[in-house]
């Protein structure tokens, strides 16, 4: 599974900086994406990123406000956010898509290796 960590307690326009820590075994052509869920929500995709060569996708949810890298040495994919809003407040968490079909997409279904996310609060 993955590990996500950065979340916190952040006012609005400010930035916070996520990251996810994946297994060797889940990567090789993998895709890893983002994702979010505020309560009472369905899960939504952010931001997916292709592990072997960097391509970089991005939903509609955070487009613009945030941007996905990866470590490939450290195993890990960092999600930058900026200009948080109050409606950004939500869990967190990242997860593997070995074909890339549902991390292109945005689709929650069908991602592996989910983590327990981690929060983040949006408030004055």
């Known amino acids: 599974a993955a590990l996500e960590s950065g979340g916190g307690l952040v006012e609005p326009g400010g930035s916070l900086r996520l990251s996810c820590v994946v297994s060797?075994?889940?990567?090789?052509?993998?895709?890893i994406g983002w994702f979010r869920q505020a309560p009472g929500q369905e899960r939504e995709g952010i931001a997916c990123?292709?592990?072997?060569?960097?391509?970089?996708y991005y939903q509609d949810s955070m487009k613009g406000r945030v941007d996905i890298s990866r470590d490939k040495e450290a195993m890990t994919i960092s999600l930058s956010m900026n200009n948080l809003k109050k409606e950004d407040t939500a869990v967190y968490y990242c997860?593997?898509?070995?074909?890339?079909?549902?991390?292109?997409?945005?689709?929650?279904?069908?991602?592996?290796?989910w983590g327990k996310g981690t929060p983040v609060t949006v408030s004055s």
């Open positions: 060797k075994s889940t990567l090789d052509d993998a895709y």
């Open positions: 990123i292709g592990f072997r060569d960097g391509s970089k």
């Open positions: 997860a593997t898509d070995p074909l890339g079909i549902s991390c292109l997409r945005g689709n929650w279904i069908g991602m592996n290796d």
